[in-house]
């Protein structure tokens, strides 16, 4: 059993940067594969980005693709997302999940496929 914990959300502004940070307790990061979800007010949740358990393979929603970066830092049990060039359309809550089913370099797109999930961090993008 892993426990997530996110932070690092905030209000920014149009064009700024923030970096989110997803912490897991309980279990080392290396045992999962990780992703990126985020959910506006009133919309369903969606997937943003995903990282392989080794961590040497990505993928991004065409939405973020070039201003989101995932990484993972193994030796801290700390998943975090960069994100640049922010729009008032990211602002939502953005959740961590992890799934331990995935080996290698697969990747898992699907929210209904991550067993555990972060209790979410909100990012505001307003002037």
């Known amino acids: 059993q892993v426990q997530l914990v996110e932070s690092g959300g905030g209000l920014v502004q149009p064009g700024g940067s923030l970096r989110l940070s997803c912490v897991a307790f309980g279990r080392t990061t290396s045992d999962y594969a990780m992703g990126w979800f985020r959910q506006a007010p009133g919309k369903e949740r969606e997937f943003v980005t995903a990282i392989s358990r080794s961590g040497g393979v990505t993928y991004y929603a065409d939405s973020v693709k070039g201003r989101f970066t995932i990484s993972k830092d193994n030796a801290k049990n700390t998943l975090y997302l960069q994100m640049n060039s922010l729009k008032p359309e990211d602002t939502a809550t953005y959740y961590c999940?992890?799934?331990?089913?995935?080996?290698?370099?697969?990747?898992?797109?699907?929210?209904?496929?991550?067993?555990?999930w972060g209790q979410g961090t909100q990012v505001t993008v307003s002037s």
């Open positions: 999940a992890a799934s331990d089913r995935a080996r290698g370099t697969t990747l898992i797109t699907i929210n209904t496929q991550y067993a555990y």
